[in-house]
């Protein structure tokens, strides 16, 4: 199949696609004209990609998951840790945003919002430079 099937059947773009092969994570094969010819497993491979970017994963987290699932003798253990790491990662990340959140909100109070043109928000932001 073309690209543009590829591109339907695994919701990607197709810049997304030829990113994910000029890095190297597929490899489709190419027609006597020259053209790629993504097969059924490159497909399969484009929607693991996907799934895998949109649970936070980045692209060389990305590649050591596929190798993993390619590889028929792995150890559960390996995905899990990254699997634990990625998990990790993001209650760190939720950690730093409620203390942002909760930041944002002391100031957001203390502003009065009036026509006046004192702001602690402002004062703050000055502050800190």
Known sequence: MNIGEASERSGLPSKTIRYYEDIGLIRPERGGNGYRDYAATDVHKLRFLQRS?????????????????????????????IAQTKLTEID??????????????????????????????LEELSDGA
């Open 53 to 81: 970017r949109g649970l936070g994963f980045s692209v060389e987290e990305c590649r050591q998951l596929l190798a993993l699932y390619e590889d028929k003798d792995r150890a559960s253990a390996d995905v899990r840790d």
């Open 92 to 121: 760190r990340k939720i950690r730093e945003l409620t203390e942002l959140r909760r930041t944002l909100e002391h100031l957001v109070h203390a502003c009065h919002g009036n026509d006046r043109p004192d702001c602690p928000i």
